[in-house]
């Protein structure tokens, strides 16, 4: 118990302390990447994960079979959180591209030479301003968008990438080239809402799935029997607990695959 109350609270550390880049933003500094600190759920499900394996080493075989069920319910509820995470992550990056295309293809409209264009868009788009800077520096704009473009939920980037390249190379209005840009991701955009929203139903329906054991269970106390005592009780019960459990979160996770497939995901 003492490693895992030293684990723990070495978890605990890392967590509440500030990173270097939260340092940096502290000091008046601008970041220089986006924070990878773990969200706080998938924080305090590994630490119940520790708890659940060290205990159930120190309660013996029944300990252990439990544990062992514990943990993979933990994972899959972990791998859960960690997508639903990069979906909203994602979605909100997809919004935020959007955004700054209409925003620079205004400022182009009414006058801006694309340098500057690009530039105060930048401002009150985060995602544009590393481009922005280089662009700033000498550097080319298409090259760092098409760069930035291969960060998760940033593909649209690649779009104003090709506009401004096309722009430079033929002559052609820039302007153009962004609107059109801008409506592409704006209906890719709203596709991918209405494809979210239809797979919802299904990936609530593989949670509901996993969670209908519990109601056998409540069946069995109310017929009489001692399903729990069963599962932990005997070697037979801790095999069907943990195919039973293995099983569950097999299928929550080959839904929500099946869904990030239907998206388009990896």
């Known amino acids: 118990m003492t490693l895992v109350a030293a684990v723990l609270a070495s978890w605990a550390v890392?967590?509440?302390?500030?990173?270097?880049?939260?340092?940096?933003?502290?000091?008046?500094?601008p970041s220089v990447r986006?924070?990878?600190?773990?969200?706080?759920?998938?924080?305090?499900?590994?630490?119940?994960?520790?708890?659940?394996v060290a205990a159930g080493v120190m309660a013996?075989?029944?300990?252990?079979?439990v544990?062992?069920?514990?943990t993979v319910v933990t994972g899959t509820v972990l791998a859960v959180l960690v997508r639903q995470t990069e979906r909203r992550r994602a979605a909100a990056q997809g919004a935020e591209i959007v955004k700054a295309g209409e925003a620079m293809a205004g400022l182009l409209r009414v006058g801006r030479v694309p340098s500057a264009a690009l530039a105060e868009a930048a401002q009150d788009a985060p995602?544009?301003?590393?481009?922005?800077?280089?662009?700033?520096?000498?550097?080319e704009a298409a090259p760092a968008l098409r760069r930035l473009a291969e960060r998760p939920g940033c593909a649209g980037l690649a779009e104003l990438a090709d506009a401004w390249e096309i722009a430079t190379r033929t002559g052609a209005s820039l302007v153009d080239a962004v609107?059109?840009?801008?409506?592409?991701?704006a209906a890719q955009e709203e596709v991918d809402r209405v494809v979210a929203t239809e797979l919802a139903a299904a990936r609530l329906s593989g949670i509901m799935m996993a969670v209908l054991p519990l109601v056998g269970l409540g069946l069995g106390y109310a017929l009489g029997g001692n399903p729990v005592g069963f599962l932990i009780g005997q070697p037979v019960g801790w095999v069907c607990l943990n195919v039973g459990v293995g099983l569950a979160c097999a299928g929550v996770a080959w839904i929500d695959a099946i869904a990030a497939g239907a998206e388009g995901r990896p």
Not at 60 to 65: D, E, H, I, Q
Not at 179 to 185: N, T
């Open 67 to 70: 544990s062992l069920a514990g």
């Open 14 to 29: 890392w967590w509440w302390l500030p990173d270097g880049d939260a340092l940096r933003r502290l000091g008046g500094e």
């Open 127 to 139: 995602v544009l301003r590393v481009a922005a800077a280089e662009h700033a520096a000498g550097g």
């Open 179 to 185: 609107d059109v840009a801008v409506q592409r991701l």
């Open 34 to 52: 986006p924070a990878r600190r773990l969200p706080r759920p998938v924080a305090v499900l590994g630490a119940a994960g520790l708890v659940i």
């Open 60 to 65: 013996g075989p029944s300990g252990v079979a």
